[in-house]
């Protein structure tokens, strides 16, 4: 019985030590990401550099980390967003899922730049190999020092919706706020026994996501005294994007789109679809009922990188950063590989003063 007894406490033990030592490779006990504050300059100026569509396996092409590292020398940001799509199907392990990461996140971390994630459609599509799921992987990006993602709201869709508040210069009140969606991945295969034949079949912002931000918007308000003017950044891009473009719902032609242009003070290209879900959620219309929000930005659509003014909110893309990923094909395949800077200024009167593509060409990265 003793022999008996001893072995099955060896047994257990041996259990204990292996699940903790599994919990502690890829799980995070919390770095307190809430002390990370975000400040504009002792000159009241601020900048955001836009990461799009990384989009590789556990050996990330060099040639990205070479384009996030000379934009973080360039630019000096104050942050940095990830926004959606830095993984691919072909990782095969949690192991290569941490290494994917760990390449990712250095070139902030070595600088000691703040950053913020967003997930993008493909984010999961290795987790049937790997077992990490969207809600593993953001534990994983917490655990960085200078990552100031949260957990985001319980009860609502997606994975890791939050917004970030920058204070003022002097620390007082907020001056701007970024707030980061989780744009999903994919429609389903049917809704009310109606498949999605002929339908973008993207997924889209969800009911309880509009809602989110409308209540989060009007607290922040009710607690400042004002709105915050904000950014907003998701992977899949709305709707209203494609709209702009043509300044039409339906009128899809090159002079509907010269029109827009002078219209939306439209600049920069378009050479694929606005990649979008079926429905559209309804949450423009609630930033521009709101009014804090000065710009949505997304990715997903690698190749575009156009921005205009939508009835006074930017829409706009910042294309590709991955080298990994598909680009314009041809001679030109990787012209447009590159990240969007943002340039704030708590004194101005939207506070977004300007924004920008840099392209990994202007580097003589190729």
Same mark, same amino acid.
Request: hydrophobic content about 35%.
């Given at each position: ?21 599994? =919990? ?26 836009? =990461?799009?569509? &990384? ?18 020398? /360039?630019?000096?940001?104050? $942050?940095? +967003? ?8 072909? +990782? ?11 390449? $990712? ?11 913020? !994630? ?21 534990? +994983?990006? %917490? ?11 319980? /009860? ?9 508040? $920058? ?10 706020? &970024? ?23 993207? /997924? ?31 992977? $899949? ?23 827009? *242009?002078?219209?939306?003070?439209? !600049? ?14 309804? %949450? ?5 009922? @709101?009014?804090? *929000?000065?710009?949505? #930005? ?7 990188? #156009? ?5 006074? +909110? ?20 990787? @012209? ?5 800077? =943002? ?21 003589? &990265?190729?």
């Amino acid at each position: 019985m003793k022999l008996k007894s001893l072995t099955g406490i060896i047994i257990i033990v041996c259990a204990v030590i292996l699940v903790t030592t599994n =919990f502690t490779t890829f799980s995070v006990q919390g770095k307190g990401n809430e002390n990370e504050k975000l400040q504009f300059n002792s000159d009241g100026k601020y900048k955001i550099v836009q =990461f799009n569509d &990384i989009q590789d396996d556990e050996d990330v092409d060099s040639r990205t980390i070479e384009l996030m590292n000379t934009v973080l020398d /360039d630019q000096n940001p104050d $942050i940095a +967003i990830l926004n959606g799509d830095m993984l691919t199907a072909e +990782i095969d392990t949690a192991e290569e899922v941490k290494q994917a990461l760990d390449t $990712i996140a250095q070139p902030m971390e070595d600088r000691g730049i703040q950053w913020a !994630v967003t997930f993008g459609n493909h984010d999961e599509d290795h987790t049937p190999k790997t077992g990490l799921d969207e809600t593993d992987m953001l534990e +994983i990006y %917490m655990s960085y020092e200078h990552n100031v993602n949260k957990p985001g709201p319980k /009860d609502v869709t997606g994975t890791g919706n939050t917004n970030l508040v $920058i204070n003022n210069s002097k620390n007082t009140d907020p001056a701007f706020n &970024i707030w980061l969606f989780d744009s999903g991945r994919y429609a389903p295969d049917e809704v009310a026994g109606q498949n999605f034949d002929g339908y973008q079949t993207w /997924d889209w912002l969800r009911h309880d996501q509009v809602e989110w931000y409308s209540e989060t918007s009007e607290k922040l308000e009710q607690t400042t005294g004002h709105k915050v003017p904000s950014l907003a950044f998701m992977h $899949i891009p709305l709707p209203e994007f494609e709209n702009m473009w043509y300044a039409s719902p339906s009128d899809r032609t090159e002079e509907s789109h010269q029109k827009a *242009v002078e219209k939306h003070n439209i !600049v920069g290209e378009k050479n694929e679809c606005v990649c979008t879900g079926p429905f559209n959620s309804g %949450m423009f219309a609630a930033m521009l009922e @709101r009014g804090d *929000v000065k710009g949505v #930005f997304s990715g997903h659509d690698h190749i575009n990188t #156009f921005v205009g003014d939508y009835y006074g +909110i930017k829409l706009g893309y910042a294309g590709s950063t991955g080298f990994g990923s598909y680009g314009l094909g041809g001679e030109e395949n990787d @012209r447009l590989r590159g990240a969007r800077v =943002f340039n704030l200024d708590e004194n101005a009167e939207d506070v977004l003063v300007d924004t920008k593509m840099l392209f990994a060409e202007d580097f003589g &990265i190729q």
